[in-house]
């Protein structure tokens, strides 16, 4: 099974800080994708950054960053230099390569304090 | 269209009622999906349309749910006889996914489903 974990439903930053959300996840694939959402309260879920298994090098996207370890299927999103904008609940995903599913992880309700 | 839409953005129904929900792809995307997003929950998987191959329909809880997706453009997602656990938020995404691939979604706004 593929399941996606993100182990704290709740995390808070000050404003200019930095702060890292974990996401683990479980597969038996070799080749697949990741992704972090972003869904403000406006319910729009945006891509913030997206990851190829196959790349070792950790996708960077302006202040939003990852620490891609596969050995350890963990895919965790720094968040530098925080605004307030981006206080929105971040979702974690997998996708396989050969499937045509997605797989969420229940998320995580980022707070930015000003 | 610039991005994906849904209507309607809101939906309140009578338990037992029928309720159809509709979702605008990106001109143009091959690949359209169907999620339910629960209070507190992430999104649960419910249908998934690559062009005009048989629909994708593994995450669909109940034979009360269907969808169709009509000319390879819009869909529509149909509840049948509604319950109040079917209360839940309804997002649509499509991408431009080529065979094997596995492409960004983009997501619409979503159909915040009510049932009293």
């Known amino acids: 099974a593929q399941t996606v974990t993100q182990s704290q439903p709740e995390m808070s930053v000050q404003e200019a800080e930095t702060v890292t959300l974990s996401c683990t996840y479980d597969?038996?694939?070799?080749?697949?994708?990741l992704f972090w959402y972003k869904q403000p309260p406006s319910r729009q879920m945006i891509l913030v950054i997206r990851q190829e298994a196959y790349k070792q090098q950790n996708a960077t996207e302006n202040r939003f960053s990852v620490n891609f370890q596969k050995a350890a299927k963990s895919f965790s999103l720094k968040i530098s230099d925080s605004q307030l904008g981006d206080a929105a609940m971040y979702f974690c995903?997998?996708?396989?390569?050969?499937?045509?599913?997605?797989?969420f992880g229940t998320g995580t309700s980022l707070t930015v304090i000003p | 269209g610039a991005g994906v839409s849904q209507s309607p953005s809101n939906k309140v129904t009578e338990k037992g009622k029928d309720v159809e929900l509709r979702c605008d792809p990106i001109?143009?995307?091959?690949?359209l999906y169907w999620y339910r997003q629960s209070l507190g929950q992430g999104l649960e998987f419910l249908i998934y349309f690559q062009g005009n191959s048989a629909p994708d329909k593994s995450g669909l809880p109940s034979d009360r749910f269907s969808a169709e997706r009509t000319g390879g453009s819009v869909s529509t997602l149909t509840i049948q006889r509604t319950q109040q656990e079917d209360s839940a938020v309804y997002l649509c995404?499509?991408?431009?996914?080529?065979?094997?691939?596995?492409?960004?979604?983009?997501f619409g706004p979503g159909t915040r489903l009510l049932v009293l």
């Open positions: 001109s143009g995307h091959t690949a």
């Open positions: 995404a499509s991408s431009s996914q080529g065979q094997g691939l596995s492409e960004t979604q983009y």
């Open positions: 995903a997998y996708s396989p390569n050969t499937g045509n599913q997605f797989y």
């Open positions: 597969t038996s694939e070799s080749d697949y994708y």
